[in-house]
């Protein structure tokens, strides 16, 4: 596959697009000679923006679009519009053009219309939000993030199972080590779909090295490479995770401005300030995945910059390269996941 | 009632017992003449201790227990030994010799014993678990933090009623401000219990300030005085801020130790950091409240020193003074929550 590697984009997605989308492509096409990318967006505009960008221009395909998605579009409305960026994008990958799709823009209206397009893979039962997250000596993926409010036994493993994927693919880890999120480490522990999911995910034939429940404080530590939790409880650690550290940055400037002695600290501890903004670098973490759809969907961040546009389509490709919607698919077929959670949630009455 | 206001305490339970416990109330004495104990363990250690403490000694009744309840018994086992320092000093409130218990030690008997002899206050269906803890600017109480995995929208509503006295009592808010956690702040956001909870505080005569939905990122910015969760939710929650401060501290430390400009860097800082620790320090939060029952139960931390046990005393008799269980009580007669649910839940069918 990676001979004919072609990533869909949606140029107009974001608050400063195409400028940063381009931006951010001429790194990936730095750092990527082999892969191709197909842009939808405003022509004039995107070729502007290209002719300062000549290597990328050499391997891009523009595409005119019409219409964009704006934030406040409703997904009921956005898959009506074909003409819009962002629809066109997907479009390419569900034609076969296009391997993956990375759009700045709308997250309600691009998960809408992926779900629509590029529906989910056979036997997979829904779809997941992850995302590549820092722990203290590494990073992990989380799984899911929010596409699904509620989950029981069989999505969870299924997450389980693609988080294991997406460690492998895009960490490189060889053997991810995966913990379904609990409130303790005991058997007992929890939720009725989590102890199920720990029981399906072990009798399975799964090649995984499931580790069990992690209790969230544990996450930092990087006891475990893959996450696995229901939609709204990754929602909720993942924000409880952000809210403290902008607290914890907010009481230690709200001090310093008071303190003259603190603010000569700060001279001289610049250098790991620098080194530690480094590591926890929002843009490093940038691009969500939707993944469980034949194709793969990124979300960019917005807001981001040409970095972390960069770091949102080089994920793509990372997991592109390892053919990461076939693996999903071998990896099932070694697996009834279906049979196994009827006969474990059955034993249970 | 504060004309007789007595604290029961299991002396026997925490790490460190009775030694904390009897330095913790030393200090509790000190800052509140009016108030006396009833103390259940070893009467030999127990005495032998307070021959230091001659005016603790004074408010104090120290009755024998021959068992200790143990880290690792089952709450199962627990309940059926009525002879341990833990068992002894909860029937002193169920008696009404005292008006809560405090106890540092094993922290499911705890509950346990206290469901089974305190019984739930009549028309409150779950009891649930209530911590203090800091914002940027203040603090603010947060319940269920893991007595109630699954919770339907009458717990949620119940424990935002509870939440609202504990916040007016132990935090001395006057017209404190609720808020439901949630993954969004639009009104269909979240989970179906979520969405009928708002809607029958709302639809209640409960006199409170309800500003809706708070996503977790919101809650150090000091948005609300009371969250409300059901308790996979609210401990999730809590463990992701745990884990996350100290993966902040963590990621400092290492850099700081490699760095010898950090290190002067950390003498310019070491007034803000004492303030920081201060503002931060977990002893200051100390007292997880087991509310909904006749009779306050609070879980000091295990391994707390005599400051810390002196903050979950202090808690429980701020709560006692301004007669929470009643107050509870109260304010169920002006508001009928289960005729509310069953009309709003059949509503939305």
């Known amino acids: 596959m990676s001979d004919n590697l072609v990533i869909s984009i949606d140029a107009m997605g974001g608050d400063n697009s195409p400028k940063i989308v381009i931006e951010g492509l001429s790194i990936v096409a730095d750092r990527n000679p082999d892969v191709s990318f197909l ?7 995107v070729n502007a923006m290209l002719k300062d960008y000549p290597k990328l221009r ?6 005119h679009s019409t219409d964009v998605v ?6 009921s409305q956005v898959i009506r519009n074909r003409s819009t960026s962002m629809y066109m994008a997907i479009d390419a990958v569900k034609k076969g053009e296009a391997q993956a799709i990375v759009s700045a823009g709308n997250t309600g209206a691009l998960m809408a219309i992926s779900k629509l397009n590029l529906k989910t893979i056979q036997k997979i039962h829904r779809p997941a939000i992850v995302s590549i997250m820092p722990h203290r000596t590494g990073r992990y993926v989380m799984l899911d993030l929010g596409a699904n409010t509620e989950c029981d036994a069989i999505n969870l493993a299924e997450f389980a199972l693609m988080g294991n994927i997406v460690a492998k693919n895009a960490l490189g880890i060889e053997r991810p080590k995966v913990a379904l999120l609990n409130i303790g480490a005991e058997e007992m522990k929890g939720k009725e779909e989590i102890r199920q ?6 009798s399975s034939k799964m090649n995984m090295d499931f580790i069990g429940y992690i209790e969230p404080h544990q996450i930092g530590d990087g006891v475990a490479d893959v996450i696995v939790a229901d939609g709204f409880t990754g929602n909720i650690a993942l924000k409880s995770v952000e809210g403290t550290a902008k607290l914890f940055m907010r ?3 709200d001090r ?3 303190s003259i002695f603190a603010k000569v600290g700060v001279l001289f501890m610049l250098g790991i300030i620098f080194k530690i903004k480094k590591i926890l670098d929002p843009r490093l973490y940038n691009g969500a995945m939707f993944v469980g759809l034949n194709g793969l969907s990124v979300k ?6 040409a970095l972390g546009y960069y770091v949102a389509v080089d994920n793509a490709i990372k997991m592109v390269r390892q053919d990461f919607v076939a693996t999903i698919r071998d990896e099932l077929e070694k697996v009834d996941l279906d049979e196994l959670s009827q006969e474990i949630i059955y034993d249970s009455y």
């Open 256 to 258: 310093v401005k008071k």
């Open 197 to 202: 999911a720990a029981q399906i995910i072990r």
């Open 58 to 63: 050499n391997v891009c395909e523009v595409r």
């Open 300 to 305: 960019s961040h917005g807001g981001t910059d």
């Open 251 to 253: 009481i230690i400037k």
């Open 70 to 75: 704006s934030n406040e579009d409703k997904p």
């Open 39 to 45: 842009l939808f967006g405003d022509e004039e505009k």
